[in-house]
Each structure stands twice: as structure tokens, then as C-alpha cells.
């Protein structure tokens, strides 16, 4: 699949604090949505503006809700290589009754990069694509 990624076309997804820096600088493999995806391949991790307010009743997250964290930046960069449905236990940070999104090789970029994000799977224009700071990461990614 690595061969692949070189050519596949990159995504990004906007997601909210502080669950974009768990998935950036933690260990959440696990991005939950309301909607499954076929999507396979290399797939920006945007921190949105929003803070998720059930955030704090999630132990989980308490750390990141204690220190700044980005916002309307990327993050990281990551391979999303899967899609299910709840299956009752998938990992700690699976919620239930909503589709998993399993992402792997997550590489955190070296400084967030401010960029306004999108609703959905959107597709990161050119000039972004071409920041030193995300063409580092991506290409960490492919390796």
C-alpha cells in the first residue's frame, strides 16, 4: 500500500479539541463520526475551533483540557486505513454507536499550521500541500 500513498490523493479532516491532540500527541487511534467512509489512505488531522463540550466528562481527555492546545490548525498527519461500525469494544476511545475511523502512522507536525477547515473529508488545496512543515510529515508518513 506504500507505493500507493504516493500518489493517492491527501484528505483532511476537521476535527474538535481536544480530541485532534489526542489523536496528534497522544494515543487516540479512533476518530468517531456519525457517518462511515471508503476513504483509505493519507488524511490531515485539522484542530477545529470548537471545543467539545462532553470533553470534560471524558477522563480521557482531561489532560489536554489542562495545557493549550491548538486551534484552526493541522496537526498531524495520518494513514486512515479502516471504517466499521460500533462493534461493542474497539478501543478505549471508541464511542459507542457511531462509525470508527482507525488511523495509523500518525505523524505530528513539528508546529501546528494555521489553515481555516472544512465540514466532511475535504481536500487540502495545493498551497497547503506545499507547506515545508506538512511535506515533512507526509512524507514521514509514506515511509
Not at 89 to 100: E, I, K, M, V
Not at 109 to 136: I, N, Q, V, Y
Request: hydrophobic share 40%; net charge neutral.
Amino acid at each position: 500500500m506504500h507505493g500507493e500513498l504516493d500518489t493517492a490523493p491527501v484528505l483532511a479532516v476537521t476535527v474538535w479539541q481536544p480530541w485532534a491532540s489526542a489523536i496528534a500527541y497522544a494515543t487516540k487511534r479512533i476518530e468517531n463520526r456519525d457517518w462511515p467512509t471508503d476513504y483509505r489512505g493519507l488524511v490531515l488531522i485539522h484542530a477545529g475551533r470548537t471545543t467539545d463540550p462532553g470533553a470534560h466528562e471524558v477522563p480521557l481527555s482531561r489532560p489536554f483540557l489542562r495545557r493549550p492546545y491548538p486551534r484552526g490548525a493541522i496537526v498531524a498527519v495520518a494513514l486512515l486505513d479502516d471504517c466499521h461500525p460500533d462493534d461493542g469494544y474497539c478501543t478505549l476511545w471508541s464511542a459507542r454507536g457511531r462509525y470508527h475511523w482507525r488511523l495509523t502512522t500518525v505523524v505530528p507536525l513539528a508546529e501546528p499550521l494555521f489553515w481555516p477547515g472544512a465540514r466532511g473529508l475535504w481536500t487540502p488545496p495545493p498551497g497547503l500541500l506545499a507547506s515545508p512543515l506538512l511535506t515533512d510529515a507526509l512524507e514521514a508518513a509514506r515511509a
